[in-house]
């Protein structure tokens, strides 16, 4: 039994550590190409071949889609966490904006409440306003330098949210590969459009112009990069749980902080450094309250 939980957070670690690689290669292609560009690229790859996976492992019936207005949530909530979080990466520190966007555990409680009708309790409170505080830290010279777009990656937390909703509303539904064929096919009809509504903004960092084989081979790994997380992060899941698994994301921080550090000469001080650990321990704290809810409870 140790050796297999072992086995699983080695598989855990594994797999936030590409997503986090992902993102690093998101951030390479700065000023090259818009992100939501670069997020509907990747999502076209990665639907495509997870689409002829499902279709060789299931055929047709696994493209049944069951609770499709769930489903249309979940898609937009990927499309919009994605194409926040990428433009994120390309404007401001690469692990300041990871950071942040580790709100989303608490935004999730949040929304489970007003929109699922969950009891919100005590600890969601607490957890909520000492991220947000921890978010304010972060924030602090991101917001200075770059003003109002460095609130990007609350976006991104708020668009993970709506995906975690979703995951519960439709749990059950389909097979673990079904379930992320049906939420890629809607992130990427939802990306194409905000892709095409930022062309035609007219923000010259939004315009889509011809990529170069670089941007076209960088999007396409971060695809095969992404996907492959996924499927490390289910396999450690099923061989130990979600509970055992949940700390292990903040591996990924660790990596945005040491890409950011090692690639862009990013240098983080004390104080971002502070609230990125307030942030991480409001996370901590739910999860862990979670747990002692979820036990069974003895008898006197």
């Not at 490390?232 to 902080?257: D, E, H, K, N, V």
């Given at each position: 039994?140790?050796?297999?939980?072992?086995?699983?957070?080695?598989?855990?670690i594994g797999g936030f550590a590409l997503l986090s690689t992902g993102d690093t290669l998101v951030k390479t292609m700065a000023g090259q190409w818009p992100g939501p560009a670069i997020a509907s690229l990747r999502y076209v790859v990665g639907t495509l071949g997870l689409g002829a996976l499902l279709l060789q492992r299931e055929g047709l019936a696994g493209?049944?889609?069951?609770?499709?207005?769930?489903?249309?949530?979940?898609?937009?909530?990927?499309?919009?966490?994605?194409t926040t979080f990428f433009s994120a990466v390309q404007i401001m520190p690469f692990a300041a904006a990871t950071a942040i966007s580790f709100t989303s555990p608490?935004?999730?409680?949040?929304?489970?409440?007003?929109?699922?009708?969950?009891?919100?309790?005590?600890?969601?409170?607490?957890?909520?306003?000492?991220?947000?505080?921890?978010?304010?830290?972060?924030?602090?010279?991101?917001?200075?330098a770059i003003g109002p777009a460095a609130v990007l990656p609350m976006f991104s937390a708020l668009g993970m949210s709506l995906l975690m909703i979703g995951n519960r509303a439709v749990q059950g539904r389909g097979s673990a590969?079904?379930?992320?064929?049906?939420?890629?096919?809607?992130?990427?009809?939802?990306?194409?459009?905000?892709?095409?509504?930022?062309?035609?903004?007219?923000?010259p960092m939004l315009h889509v112009g011809m990529p170069s084989w670089s941007v076209v081979a960088r999007s396409a790994a971060i695809a095969i990069t992404g996907s492959s997380a996924?499927?490390?992060?289910?396999?450690?899941?099923?061989?130990?749980?979600?509970?055992?698994?949940?700390?292990?994301?903040?591996?990924?921080?660790?990596?945005?902080?040491?890409?950011g550090w090692l690639l862009f000469h990013e240098h983080p001080d004390l104080t971002a450094l502070g609230g990125a650990a307030i942030i991480m321990a409001a996370g901590l704290y739910l999860w862990r309250a979670g747990r002692v809810t979820d036990e069974p409870q003895g008898t006197d």
């Open positions: 039994m140790r050796n297999k939980t072992r086995d699983a957070l080695l598989l855990a493209f049944r889609i069951e609770r499709a207005g769930w489903h249309a949530v979940r898609g937009f909530g990927v499309a919009f966490s994605a608490m935004v999730t409680a949040l929304l489970a409440a007003l929109l699922l009708g969950e009891p919100l309790r005590r600890e969601t409170w607490i957890a909520s306003i000492a991220a947000f505080a921890g978010v304010v830290i972060v924030l602090r010279p991101n917001f200075a590969l079904a379930m992320q064929v049906n939420v890629a096919i809607f992130a990427t009809l939802f990306l194409l459009l905000f892709t095409l509504a930022g062309h035609f903004s007219g923000i996924h499927a490390l992060i289910y396999m450690a899941t099923s061989r130990a749980g979600a509970a055992t698994i949940a700390p292990m994301t903040y591996f990924q921080l660790i990596m945005a902080g040491f890409y």
